[in-house]
């Protein structure tokens, strides 16, 4: 009868097995604080950062209403300016249009012209 143990036998390897799992979740726990001051600490630097670009982006946004409040005229001469030349592109092309179709019709009429001078034999 080797092959049985005695019941304080069992009861040490239960404590060993507590003890064991013990350690292990005492492990786990500092590992997930740990883990959670981490993110803590990413969660504040992140806001930290956050904050910094978005106090770049308001300076940035009152200095371009500063500019644009400082210089209208300019501004509304940038944007007459391309009004005039998508205007002027516009023409241009009509114009460029007009002397195509101009060519073409004197082209036929020297060919109507030249048959009518020269009639062929």
């Known amino acids: 009868m080797e092959g049985r143990m005695t019941a304080d036998e069992r009861f040490d390897r239960l404590d060993r097995a507590i003890e064991e799992l013990t350690q292990s979740t005492q492990a786990l726990t500092q590992s997930s604080q740990s883990l959670t001051q981490y993110l803590l600490d990413f969660r504040q630097e992140t806001g930290s950062h956050l904050q910094t670009i978005d106090n770049r982006l308001d300076i940035l946004s009152s200095t371009v209403a500063n500019l644009d409040s400082r210089i209208p005229a300019p501004t509304k001469a940038i944007l007459d300016f391309g009004t005039l030349a998508a205007q002027l592109v516009r023409e241009q092309s009509r114009q460029k249009d007009t002397a195509t179709d ?6 036929k009429l020297e060919d109507i012209v030249s048959k009518l001078i020269e009639p062929a034999a």
């Open 102 to 107: 101009l060519v073409t019709r004197v082209a």
